[in-house]
């Protein structure tokens, strides 16, 4: 029987390592643990205390002996450049490719209202995320949909892929695969802090997405005020549009219980949940306490 090493940080290589311990435990080679120190909990400690229970050898990147060529390597949320042949190299990425190639593939897949998303599972190659398609795994979702719904939606399409395959492995079928269709191919491009600003010329529907799908866990969609405050905006609900004389954008039309409702590109958005930052704490913003503000 083949064998597995894996190469997993965060709560997604945790969550993988469980499900294959639960196919087959003998197929784990070696659990290699990535860490991140720039988030409050990279789930290395809970990965390394699986292993110790399970008694699986592990090791910490960077202390890692080269895994042998004849052995699979399951690469999960892993960010670094693994060398080894490419047709033993799995790696598994949140789109169905060639979809979405790249960075954030699933927040940018809900603020461009896709129908539906997925996972595939591709064998590496000298250029990311156009390796030879192994298999896919996918979800018809319906909006509005949050970010957190969504992650929950794809993690199972993701174990469900891993899955499959290690029972695959573990039962020594082969591995088949088929190669990317390139004219079919679209690129997903890294965010940063601008990213999460609200552009108020767009509709309202696109407005909406945008701020469900950079919620929880992720920082959340942001604007600023002609008052000079910074508000991150955590929930908004799509309002009936009316007729304005001369469309003022990010104007405050109207305040109902506190909550505003702001003029988009097109369509009206109203404000049901915001936060505001005062001397570096969060507060609540609404109720609102005054009419004429614009956001910007």
């Not at 435990?25 to 070696?30: F, G, H, R």
């Not at 120190?37 to 292993?51: F, G, Q, W």
């Not at 896709?114 to 064998?123: K, L, N, P």
Request: with cysteine; proline share 3%; charged share 25%.
């Amino acid at each position: 029987m083949e064998r597995i090493s894996l190469y997993v940080m965060t709560k997604k290589g945790l969550e993988v390592l469980q499900r294959i311990i639960s196919v087959n435990k003998s197929l784990i080679s070696t659990v290699v643990i990535g860490r991140d120190l720039n988030v409050a909990d990279d789930y290395s400690t809970e990965i390394l205390s699986l292993c110790v229970n399970n008694e699986i050898k592990y090791f910490i990147r960077g202390s890692h002996p080269k895994a042998p060529d004849y052995e699979y390597i399951f690469a999960i949320s892993w960010r670094w450049m693994i060398n080894h042949p490419n047709n033993k190299l799995i790696i598994f990425h949140d789109s169905l490719l060639p979809k979405y190639r790249g960075f954030a593939p699933l927040v940018n897949m809900l603020i461009n209202g896709e129908r539906e998303i997925g996972v595939s599972a591709i064998w590496g190659a000298s250029e990311y995320d156009r390796g030879d398609l192994i298999a896919q795994k996918s979800s018809v979702i319906e909006y509005p949909l949050k970010i957190a719904e969504a992650i929950e939606i794809n993690n199972n399409n993701f174990l469900d892929l891993v899955e499959s395959i290690a029972r695959s492995i573990s039962n020594s079928e082969r591995l088949t695969s088929i190669p990317q269709v390139e004219r079919d191919a679209t690129y997903s491009i890294w965010r940063d802090f601008d990213d999460y600003f609200i552009d108020w010329t767009q509709s309202s529907t696109q407005i909406k997405r945008l701020i469900d799908a950079v919620g929880f866990p992720y920082s959340g969609a942001r604007s600023r005020t002609s008052n000079g405050d910074e508000v991150i905006i955590e929930d908004a609900e799509i309002v009936e549009d009316v007729y304005c004389e001369i469309r003022h954008i990010g104007k405050v039309i109207f305040v109902s219980d506190g909550n505003p409702t702001v003029i988009c590109g097109s369509g009206m958005l109203k404000i049901t949940k915001a936060l505001i930052s005062i001397d570096g704490e969060l507060s609540n913003y609404l109720p609102m306490k005054r009419f004429r503000v614009r956001f910007q």
